[in-house]
């Protein structure tokens, strides 16, 4: 069974902050998705990379996939109230499914 | 067509009802997924299909839980004899092929 971990499960800082989130998995993936969810929404996609040492940068966020294509992290720069949200990290099964990680919930006060 | 559209967006069961969900995806995609999401977890998987054909559907709940996509478009998840349990979000997603998956604002399922 492909598990996806996240850490850490919870974190709260303030606003102008950075920090950086992680996603590991002993399975490799096809590609790796990133995605924000809100309180009763679906997930919202961020970012896919595709490529073992892959970054991509969205504005204040940069994303990162393992050189292994196992793992990945999302660093946040100068964070703003409306970043608040649970972070997710789901690994492509090679096309057969989306595996998710149990996300990161981050609050950002103000 | 701006995305995958889910309805209802809630829905309040007795216990032993029967519930039925909907999921429109996105009109190109030929992939569309059904997730179950529980307070404080990720999405769990719960099946997919390839336009019309239903590829995996081993990690179904139980058999109270079927989907259909019979024209390959609209795809729907039945729970039958609603217990507890089974109060969560359910979400559907779609692609295409071998891209990343986009998700619809999911259905609030509550078994009272």
């Known amino acids: 069974t492909q598990l996806l971990e996240q850490s850490p499960q919870f974190l709260s800082i303030q606003e102008g902050e950075n920090l950086t989130v992680y996603c590991n998995s002993s399975?490799?993936?096809?590609?790796l998705q990133w995605y924000r969810q809100e309180p009763g929404e679906g997930p919202v996609l961020l970012v896919t990379?595709?490529?073992?040492?892959e970054v991509k940068k969205l504005k204040r966020l940069t994303f990162q996939f393992g050189d292994a294509r196992k793992d990945s992290s999302l660093h946040i720069t100068a964070a703003q109230p409306g970043d608040t949200g649970l972070y997710l990290c789901?690994?492509?099964?090679?096309?057969?499914?989306?595996?998710f990680g149990p996300g990161t919930r981050l609050s950002v006060l103000p | 067509d701006t995305g995958v559209s889910q309805d209802p967006r809630h829905k309040i069961t007795k216990r032993g009802q029967n519930v039925t969900f909907r999921c429109d995806p996105i009109?190109?995609?030929?992939?569309l997924y059904w997730y179950r999401q529980t307070l404080g977890q990720g999405p769990e998987f719960l099946t997919y299909?390839?336009?019309?054909?239903?590829?995996?559907k081993s990690r179904l709940l139980s058999d109270r839980f079927s989907a259909e996509r019979p024209k390959g478009s609209f795809s729907t998840l039945e729970i039958q004899r609603t217990e507890q349990g089974d109060s969560a979000m359910y979400l559907c997603?779609?692609?295409?092929?071998?891209?990343?998956?986009?998700f619809g604002q999911g259905t609030r399922l509550t078994v009272v």
């Open positions: 997603a779609s692609s295409l092929m071998d891209t990343e998956a986009f």
């Open positions: 399975s490799v993936f096809s590609s």
């Open positions: 990379v595709v490529t073992g040492g």
């Open positions: 789901a690994g492509d099964n090679y096309g057969q499914n989306f595996v």
């Open positions: 009109s190109e995609h030929n992939r």
């Open positions: 299909f390839q336009n019309e054909a239903q590829l995996e």
